[in-house]
């Protein structure tokens, strides 16, 4: 069931909402919303993993229990797509549709108790996101986007931020992609160090797509991402149906199978690029 309009929408949510969802993206949102409610019933604030091996454990738990909602569903609403959860995959796709899902993205957090974790699933059609939806069960918020039908929060419509200067900006970027290779930390620290000399707030955090959401609302103004996996993609299209610019670090449009990209406000992507490749 579709979830309920914003009581109160923010100066960023248009007044208009949502039409209704076409079956494919009303079948989609009521399956992540299952899938969210499953897993309300494992997470507790009180949570606290002992060690590594427990804390992977419940990581592999919390997918699999989301997953095994997801995917009956997903398979039910549209027949003979593709299913893919692997969180750091990357890469182009093959010709057709494939639904890509984060189990829980921030599963991390969840594992600890925190809140800010979330399910998110989209569908690919030719390599070109087509359909995103992102649960914060905790927060009962919903975002949802089609290509070209706008992005919504709880069915009203989002706009990206108005802002035209990054001193008033608040950014935002994930983790490097674990791993032995430095490179990648050391990167997304130079480029910490380099937008907190211009920006408001920078902030570094996971889940990446809750960031992403948070630009599409206008709570956040940008986010940059130097390894951009397919999970990603809900939160790319959510930006693009709010307004918001993305592309990759060359200044290049955005596409599924880019390397990185940056998302913004409009007032805000030039100076942004600018920053992040000096």
Avoid: C
Avoid at 63 to 81: I, S, W, Y
């Amino acid at each position: 069931m579709s979830p309920n309009p914003s009581p109160n929408p923010s100066p960023n949510q248009d007044p208009n909402p949502s039409p209704n969802q076409d079956p494919l993206a009303a079948a989609t949102v009521a399956a992540v919303r299952r899938a969210g409610a499953r897993m309300m019933t494992r997470w507790s604030t009180g949570s606290r993993p002992p060690g590594l091996p427990e804390l992977l454990t419940s990581l592999k738990a919390n997918d699999a229990a989301v997953a095994d909602t997801l995917r009956p569903a997903l398979a039910e609403a549209l027949p003979g797509a593709g299913w893919l959860d692997d969180e750091h995959g990357s890469g182009p796709l093959p010709s057709g549709e494939w639904w890509l899902v984060d189990p829980v993205g921030g599963n991390v957090n969840a594992v600890h108790g925190m809140p800010d974790w979330n399910i998110g699933v989209s569908l690919v059609r030719d390599g070109r996101p087509v359909l995103a939806v992102v649960h914060f069960p905790v927060l009962d918020e919903t975002f949802t986007a089609t290509e070209g039908g706008g992005a919504f929060l709880n069915g009203v419509r989002l706009r990206v931020s108005g802002k035209t200067s990054l001193d008033g900006a608040l950014a935002g970027t994930g983790q490097a992609k674990p791993g032995h290779d430095p490179e990648p930390a050391r990167r997304t620290g130079a480029a910490f160090a380099a937008m907190s000399d211009s920006a408001l707030h920078v902030r570094v955090s996971v889940p990446v797509t809750q960031q992403l959401a948070q630009v599409a609302a206008g709570r956040m103004d940008l986010h940059w991402q130097f390894d951009n996996v397919r999970s990603h993609v809900a939160g790319v299209l959510l930006v693009q149906e709010a307004g918001g610019v993305v592309t990759d670090l060359d200044g290049k449009p955005w596409e599924a199978a880019s390397e990185n990209y940056l998302a913004a406000a409009p007032g805000l992507h030039a100076a942004a690029l600018e920053i992040l490749t000096a």
